[in-house]
């Protein structure tokens, strides 16, 4: 869809809405405690609906067929602080013992499928072991991100001493939970070339906002634009899983957009943004009014500038279309990537079991020593090396040389020369905002839209979010910081989107991201940027770590890699406002895996280790139970597993006496 339209005019528009699941705050209520009416505005005018107005059915079992009902445990079997995979019959779910009180949802997060009985529990909320999503327990709510969906909560009952779990047989299959959301039902009405919320671009920061909106009721006009020929798709799949198509990596189908009306307009360029008029301008000369704006266009991949570097055969992977090229040119075929960044080991990994040969080009003396530090970059690189790939580093290209316009050499600085087909080039990324040059809107030196805590810019009403920002991060003293991660393009569209109806909602979230090679995963959290130590937990030589980042003396990140769930749990600290110090992790990483000591009396045997590796900052009474036999209160030895939490233990934190 694109091309000019007539000019808009005054229309009027129906508003439906869907009310959101979430209660509204006491502050929306009215003296008489009924809901007070919102006010959104329409091209000018205000319209106001009634919560009341739109009821929802409160029984989501109504087909009698798609229940089922059954006992999973017995009430004792759990303690507070503990989760446990329950199987329902026809689909498991996840039971959640908390405060005394019991919940049930889905078991697997609806991102990519981590079983959340192996993530970390915390203040009412689950976050996945794998990416770092996190999920409301009583509502199911995703809180945090990546990934759109929330999880299917499901009835909780207690008789006889038997916890019960109802549920949806269709829900436990699923596993995932789309929001209910408003939407707009009378867009004939509109003139095509003015709408309410102009979003300029459709990644996750672009469709979060979009989704966010529509699940806080918001009910007028939303379109997105976006210089891609798709819908939004998962990005990060474009590296880590090169073959994919489009469809197959969609964040939502077709149907979701038409069901909510959330209209998104393909192969549209912004070229400039007229603040004055609440204007935006495209390429092709279309314009479109806007009442509210988010810039979320991402960045743009930095391109050689050597000798050659117009030849055939030569890839930024930008587009699905890109990555399933690179795939089907590379087979048994010789490759160099030119940079050793996420994108580049990435396309590295993949194309190992397909290429005949694959090479990586680096000016750094290692892979990732800026973000992983030497050490663990030393042991990522030695890991590649193992399957085939061969490195040159300290060194950069000079020329590309072609046979028949097609790549045939990758001539280094360094004087050697590479037979290369195929040339993929991973060597950063600038942000998309030359368009905003003379709009008026705040841009840094680097070319970033600088906005606050809840994603406004300078100019009233102008939203930005994703790569293209930098904003100040809560983690390291709201630091004005650029934080390129996939979680942190959700969390900026959903902050903007809050914003746009006025919450006053402030960004707080912990950077999260993970990288996939060879099979094996690196989880990061946190933001170590200028970080001066690594403190070193585990053998990099078997790939199984955790790595604390830190400036003077406190942590502000870790990595790992098979050390679930560390990150997850890191996060969660750090999410606390609590600090981790060196000290503290130097402990840690001394004093090894484990320690040991005496459990004593009568009452003294440990019933529920879990709940002391999550919690043993505050181990209280009731972790303590009766033993059921003599035997089992005669003292004994016992092992507390120290890898899954960050809390040092030391005798002194609990009733304990070592042996």
Request: charged share 25%; aromatic share 8%.
């Amino acid at each position: 869809m694109g091309g000019c339209f007539s000019k808009p005019k005054p229309v009027e528009v129906k508003i439906e809405v869907v009310i959101p699941e979430k209660e509204r705050s006491k502050e929306e209520m009215s003296p008489n405690g009924k809901a007070s009416p919102l006010v959104y505005k329409v091209n000018g005018t205000a319209r106001h609906y009634h919560l009341e107005e739109h009821p929802i059915a409160s029984n989501p079992y109504h087909n009698p067929k798609d229940v089922v009902e059954a006992s999973v445990c017995h009430v004792k079997d759990l303690e507070n602080g503990q989760m446990r995979e329950v199987d329902l019959g026809c689909g498991k779910a996840l039971l959640i013992k908390e405060g005394g009180e019991f919940y049930a949802m889905g078991h697997k997060c609806p991102h990519y499928g981590a079983p959340l009985v192996k993530g970390v529990l915390s203040k009412g909320r689950v976050r996945c072991p794998w990416h770092g999503a996190c999920f409301n327990i009583g509502t199911g709510d995703i809180e945090d991100f990546p990934g759109l969906d929330s999880l299917p909560r499901f009835q909780v009952k207690i008789e006889k001493e038997k916890v019960y779990i109802r549920a949806s047989k269709q829900a436990l299959q699923t596993q995932r939970r789309t929001k209910m959301m408003a939407k707009c039902i009378s867009l004939s009405n509109y003139n095509l070339s003015s709408t309410n919320v102009l979003i300029i671009g459709a990644g996750a920061a672009g469709l979060v906002c979009a989704e966010t909106l529509r699940q806080e009721g918001f009910s007028d006009r939303i379109v997105m634009c976006t210089m891609d020929r798709h819908l939004p798709y998962d990005r990060p799949k474009l590296s880590k899983s090169m073959d994919s198509h489009p469809e197959q990596i969609a964040l939502r189908p077709k149907e979701f957009f038409r069901t909510y009306d959330i209209e998104v307009l393909t192969e549209m360029q912004a070229a400039a943004v007229d603040i004055k008029n609440k204007t935006a301008v495209f390429k092709d000369g279309f314009k479109m009014e806007y009442n509210k704006l988010l810039i979320a266009t991402g960045n743009t991949p930095k391109a050689l500038s050597c000798k050659g570097k117009e030849v055939e055969n030569v890839f930024n992977i930008r587009t699905p279309e890109d990555a399933n090229r690179v795939v089907k040119l590379a087979t048994s075929k010789n490759v160099v990537i030119v940079g050793a960044s996420f994108l580049g080991m990435e396309v590295a990994a993949y194309l190992t079991e397909r290429a005949h040969s694959v090479s990586v080009v680096e000016l750094e003396e290692v892979p990732f020593k800026k973000f992983f530090g030497e050490r663990v970059g030393r042991a990522v690189m030695k890991m590649f090396e193992s399957h085939r790939v061969k490195f040159y580093m300290q060194t950069e290209v000079s020329e590309l040389r072609e046979q028949e316009s097609k790549l045939k050499e990758v001539v280094l600085k360094s004087g050697k020369v590479l037979r290369a087909d195929v040339c993929v080039v991973g060597i950063g990324a600038v942000p998309a905002t030359g368009f905003l040059k003379q709009s008026g809107i705040n841009i840094d030196s680097k070319g970033f839209i600088v906005v606050n805590k809840m994603m406004q810019t300078n100019i009233p009403g102008v939203f930005a979010a994703g790569d293209a920002v930098t904003f100040p991060l809560a983690l390291r003293n709201n630091k004005k910081v650029n934080v390129p991660h996939w979680q942190m393009a959700h969390m900026h569209g959903r902050i903007a989107a809050l914003n746009m109806l006025a919450h006053g909602t402030e960004i707080s979230t912990v950077p999260y991201l993970w990288t996939a090679m060879f099979g094996k995963s690196i989880r990061y959290a946190g933001h170590g940027e200028g970080f001066d130590d690594v403190v070193i937990q585990g053998d990099l030589d078997e790939l199984k770590f955790v790595a604390f980042y830190t400036k003077s003396d406190e942590v502000v990140a870790v990595a790992s890699m098979n050390y679930d769930p560390i990150v997850s749990k890191v996060a969660e600290v750090l999410a606390a406002g609590r600090a981790i110090r060196k000290r503290d992790v130097e402990l840690f990483v001394r004093h090894g895996k484990y320690v040991q000591f005496w459990v004593l009396g009568p009452c003294g045997v440990l019933q529920n280790w879990r709940y002391v590796l999550a919690h043993g900052e505050r181990l209280l009474t009731q972790t303590w139970l009766q033993p059921p036999d003599a035997a089992l209160a005669s003292r004994r030895w016992g092992w507390l597993q120290l890898h899954s939490t960050i809390q040092i233990v030391h005798p002194s934190h609990f009733p304990l006496r070592l042996g």
